[in-house]
Structure formats: C-alpha cells, structure tokens
C-alpha cells in the first residue's frame, strides 16, 4: 500500500517522493518518472512544452538565465553569452578541448588554477558543472511542478565512455542543483533497461545499444548476465552527430543556389535561417520524400530524400565502422548479438535505421521514442533504488583496472577491471629503507604493468609511520569504489594507526578513445611488458639486497674477517654492475652468489650475540 500524505496548506493530496531520472545529454536533456498508477516510465512534459529540454543556457543582458528552447533562439543571436554542449567539457581539462575550442561559439578559458576550462560569460567565469547544474536546476523545477511535488533524489545518465572525472563531475553538477544523486548510470544501460532488458536476473543477453545524437555518435555492447550490466566495448566519434545531417543539407543549397551563396557570409540571419531549415527538412525527410520551404517568400530551400541520403552517406558508413571495430573489440559476431536499440533523434533517420539493422542482420528496436528512451531506463534505475522493485539488483563494472605503484615503478593492481561496483579491495605493503617515515602512494588506472604507461588518478603521502627497521611497518591500502565508479584509497599504518585517504578526482579527463587505446596497448604490449616486470623485479630484488648486505656489514663488520668482508664488497660490485644491465638472468645470477656467500653471515652473528646474552645472564 502506497502512503498517501495530504498537504495542509493545499488540501491537495500529495504523493510519495518520487525519485526523477535524467537524461543531462549533449544537445538535449530529459526528465522522467515513474508513473504511481501504471508504474510505467513516462517522460515528464510540462504545461506542454514538450519532453524535450535543450541543453542550451543564456545569460540575459540583466544577468537571468534562461535553459532551454528559449536560450536556444540566442545561438546565432548572441553566441557569446548562449552555452551549449557544455557536457562535452565536464571534467575536462583545457588541453583536453583545446583542438576543438574553434567548435564552441563562447569564450573556453584555461586560468590553469585546477586545470580544468572555465567558461566566459561577460565578466564571469563558470565551470561546466556550474553551467550543466542549471540545466538540472531547469528539469528539477520542470519535474516539481509537474507533479507538484519536491524532487531532491535524482539518477543521472552519462555516456559508457565517461571516465572517473567526467562522472564525479556531472554528480557535482547534480549537488549543486540540489540534487542528491543516487546513482550515475551508464546510458545505454539505460536504454537497454527501458525495453526491459536486464530486469530479469535470470536473463542472459547481448546487446547492441546504437546511440546517435546531435553531435556524438556512440556504439556500446552490453552483456547483461545476472543483474549485471558489463559493457564489452564501446567505440563512437564525439564530433559526430545530427548537426553535420544539418550542415550537409546548408551546403548542398550554397552550392545549389546562387542567391543564397552571394548572400550567406554577410547575413547573419540567413544563416540562422538555413540552418533552422535544415533541421526541418531533415526531420521531415525522416517521414516525407520531399521538402520544399522558401525564406522570406524569395529564396527557394528543397531537397529530396534521395538527395539528402547521397550527401550523408558517408556518415552513416562512418558509424557502421565503428559498430563493425566495437564487434571486434567484443570478440563477437553479429549473429551473437540479441537486441539491438536505438537511441538519440538522430536514429530517426531511415537511413540510419536500415544501415544498422542491417549491419547486425537484424531489425533494430525503436518502439520507444529514441530521444526519451535514456531518460526512461533512468527512471526505472530510480525506482529500483526507491526500493520498488526488491527482486532486481543493478550492477556496473569498472572499466579499468586500479591499482598502486609499487618499487620499480611497477604497477600492482588492486581492483582488476570488469570488477562489479560497488567494491572494496586492499592489499598490505611495508616500507624498503630503514627508519622510513614516509609512504608515498600513487594510484594508477590503466592494463599495464608500467605505472608510466598507465594514467596517474592520485598521490599522497601517508606520513607519520613510527621510524622502525625496513619490512617492519605493515601498510593497508585499501580501494574502496563506490556504485557510481568513484574510488575512495586509504592508507592505514597497523602498528601506529597513522591514516590517511583521498577520494579520486582526476584533473584530467581520458576520452572514450583513450580508454580504448589503453586496453588495446595492454594486448599488444603483455609480451613485453611482462619480460619488463621480470626485469624490474630482479633490479628490485638487487636492489634490496645490497641495501641490507651492506647495512649488515656496517654494523657487524667486527664478526667478520678481512677476506670475508674483501669478498663481499667484490660481490656486491659485481651485482652493481650487472644492475642496469636489464639482463633479467644476468641480474638473479649475481644475486644468488651474494647471497649464498653471505647467508652464513647472519647465523654467525646471530649465534655470537646470543652466546653475549648468555653470558651478561651469567651471574658472577
Ligand atoms: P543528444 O543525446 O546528443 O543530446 P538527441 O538524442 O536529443 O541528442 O538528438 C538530437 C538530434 O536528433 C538533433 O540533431 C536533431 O536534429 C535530431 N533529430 C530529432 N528528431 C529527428 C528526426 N525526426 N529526424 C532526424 N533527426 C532528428
Ligand atoms: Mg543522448
């Protein structure tokens, strides 16, 4: 039974809280809900502006701002104060856009404080987080007064390919919004669970989620096995989307118009109105043959389907391409694939339709409306987490492996990629010097066994140890990821408690290429990375070991004889030089023979000290 509370300054009934899900997209965002009478996700469309809220913010010349269609009009009209696609610099860094700042039609700063950009609005700077809360702050209010009740619990989606940063970003976003983010949640995941996917955690599947928006292009396999969402690969082009449909059809009536080809460099609101035309005629070409519009009565604006399919073909080849290299990546063939969904308005296009049906050999899903369909799994992912739906337990994977830098620059890895979040995971470590106070941990995210070849998330210091000889203080390194990929890494001395932790947020965002490029280098380079680690093992080893020879000599030069300590300094030279030699045999080799020759060193010590401790027992 559902509870039914009545709001005393009203009369009016109100519900439960509901728990929103929120598709924050690059060129459109939607919020959806759960409806409390038939428990189907329904897009949420207030007072009848439609579903559909354009990721678009100005700022008035009185310093308001405004979120959506109406900021969008501001585009051509007042580029430098209208933001849009600001979800394409969420936890990025300058150097991370700065070959595609030409794209954005405001101001991207690098004042370098953080290095994250910042964005110029007048005399104001805001960062991408403060720019996508007020798009959140636009659907929250959106959702309140629609089902005229408080929203604060929120699901957020973002693409597979977002990384640590770009996820922690988004959730701040939500924060500032006043929202408390329940979960981030891969999108296509989402749009799997809106057909219904996954809900079953009997269900074994294999899906395909083809995502195409305005201006990114993204491709995810999904295996969807107990309740678990693992995504296989993903691969896309995020300057890729429904906006070069547009700029073909812009072009193609330059080139076909001469009226508007003299014309268009000097009048701005030709412009504006060309591409507003263009949109609309791509739209209808998705459902009429042919569209014919003129601009103000004179200039004559046509096109025929036929025509707009030659000018995007090569597009549309284009993300077939990727969908053929995500195959590859998967191991998998098409035939292996069970469902494949369709999301984003772009997918609208019949041609797009029919180039990956029949990539996949098989009809693709679009019975749901593929610009809802994220914002729909998104509310279903909120309903599991309100508790409505004991039976079904969601889980994501990391795509990474996590792991700390051990000596020799080697990378020990902590928590292996594909591991089901929420985790915990730790290992312990002691220290290699004498009297060492301090423990520096370096946390690295990446598949192989170089720290260096890997991406640095964090370092700290953990400080304080009590000076102890080396090997005596014991180290817990604790890795604690949370549902929504966020690592928490702790530092705990056992014998002093001394503690220490930071919570990862990367300066710098890795993209979906990146990724990628981290797992295929990780294949091609195992070989040779592991001879590597043998190499760096031995010199560790070494390392280690003359440390302590020399140490025991130092201190107990007294128990040993002239040849006996002659012998060893020959012996440890020789290691030394055989140390950089990266002759992994050559190295243990030496290794061997120093220790062989000195291990009855220590007996011998050890046997005098307790016959001296016998002897102090003696009572005279
Ligand atoms: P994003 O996920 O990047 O925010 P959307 O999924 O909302 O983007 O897709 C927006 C794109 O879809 C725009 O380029 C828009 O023109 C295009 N689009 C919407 N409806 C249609 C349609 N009927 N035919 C073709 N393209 C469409
Ligand atoms: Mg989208």
Redesign the pocket.
């Known amino acids: 039974m559902a509870k039914v509370a009545i709001n005393l300054s009203t009369g009016s009934i109100q519900q439960e809280e509901v728990i929103v899900g929120i598709?924050l997209?690059?060129?459109?965002?939607l919020v959806a809900y759960i409806h409390p009478e038939d428990k189907k996700p329904i897009a949420i469309n207030d007072q009848g502006r439609g579903t559909?809220v354009p990721?678009v913010v100005h700022f008035t010349q009185t310093g308001e701002t405004i979120v959506g269609t109406e900021a969008k009009d501001y585009l051509t009209t007042d580029p430098a104060n209208t933001i849009y696609s600001v979800k394409r610099l969420l936890g990025k860094s300058y150097k991370d856009v700065g070959e595609h700042t030409d794209y954005f039609g405001y101001k991207i700063i690098d004042d370098d404080s953080e290095g994250l950009v910042k964005i110029r609005v007048g005399d104001k700077f805001f960062s991408p987080i403060e720019l996508s809360a007020e798009i959140l702050r636009e659907l929250r209010e959106r959702a309140e007064h629609s089902l005229k009740t408080p929203v604060n619990r929120a699901v957020i989606t973002v693409p597979a390919y977002f990384n640590d940063s770009q996820r922690q970003a988004t959730r701040d976003a939500g924060k500032l919004a006043g929202l408390e983010v329940l979960r981030i949640v891969n999108e296509p995941t989402a749009a799997a669970l809106a057909y219904g996917i996954g809900i079953d955690p009997n269900e074994e599947k294999t899906v395909a989620v083809y995502?195409?928006?305005?201006?990114?292009f993204d491709i995810s396999i999904l295996s969807i096995h107990q309740g678990i969402f693992e995504v296989l690969s993903t691969h896309g082009d995020t300057y890729l989307?429904?906006?070069d449909?547009?700029r073909a059809i812009i072009n193609y009536w330059i080139q076909n118009n001469q009226l508007i080809a003299d014309t268009i460099n000097q009048d701005k609101s030709l412009q504006q109105e060309l591409r507003l035309k263009a949109?609309e005629a791509?739209?209808t070409?998705?459902?009429q043959p042919i569209y014919t519009a003129t601009i103000n009565g004179t200039i004559d604006c046509h096109i025929e389907r036929h025509t707009f399919e030659t000018l995007i073909a090569p597009i549309v080849a284009r993300t077939i391409e990727s969908c053929r290299q995500a195959m590859t990546d998967a191991k998998l063939q098409p035939e292996q694939i069970d469902a494949v969904i369709m999301?984003?308005?772009?997918t609208?296009?019949p041609m797009v339709y029919d180039g990956v049906s029949e990539f996949f050999g098989k009809a693709a899903n679009n019975s749901l409306n593929?610009?809802e369909v994220?914002s729909l799994g998104a509310a279903i992912q909120a309903d599991i987490l309100a508790g409505n739906r004991k039976d079904i337990l969601l889980l994501d994977v990391t795509p990474l492996t996590l792991g700390i830098e051990t000596m020799g620059g080697l990378m020990d890895s902590i928590i292996p990629r594909n591991s089901k979040i929420p985790t915990k995971a730790g290992r312990q470590y002691t220290t290699s010097v004498d009297g060492q106070v301090n423990m520096k941990i370096s946390v690295y995210q990446g598949e192989r066994d170089l720290v260096k070849e890997n991406r640095k998330l964090a370092e700290f210091d953990l400080k304080g140890i009590p000076a102890m000889p080396a090997g005596f203080p014991k180290v817990d390194v604790n890795f604690i990821l949370n549902a929504d990929g966020i690592l928490k890494v702790e530092a705990i001395e056992l014998r002093s408690g001394v503690r220490q932790e930071v919570e990862v947020k990367p300066q710098y965002g890795l993209t979906d290429e990146q990724v990628e490029q981290m797992l295929m280098d990780s294949i091609t380079h195992a070989k040779e990375d592991v001879s590597t680690r043998m190499v760096i093992e031995a010199r560790t080893t070494a390392e280690q070991m003359i440390y302590q020879v020399e140490r025991f000599v130092e201190k107990n030069g007294e128990h040993l004889t002239a040849e006996e300590i002659e012998l060893t300094r020959t012996n440890v030279q020789n290691l030394k030089n055989v140390l950089d030699s990266g002759d992994k045999d050559a190295i243990l080799k030496a290794v061997d023979i120093l220790e062989e020759q000195t291990s009855p060193f220590a007996e011998r010590v050890m046997q005098i000290s307790i016959k001296q401790a016998m002897t102090g027992k003696k009572i005279e």
């Open positions: 598709d997209g690059t060129t459109n965002s559909i990721s995502d195409l928006g305005g201006g990114t989307g429904g906006d449909f547009d949109e791509k739209r070409l998705s459902s999301v984003g308005g772009s609208r296009v593929p610009d994220v």
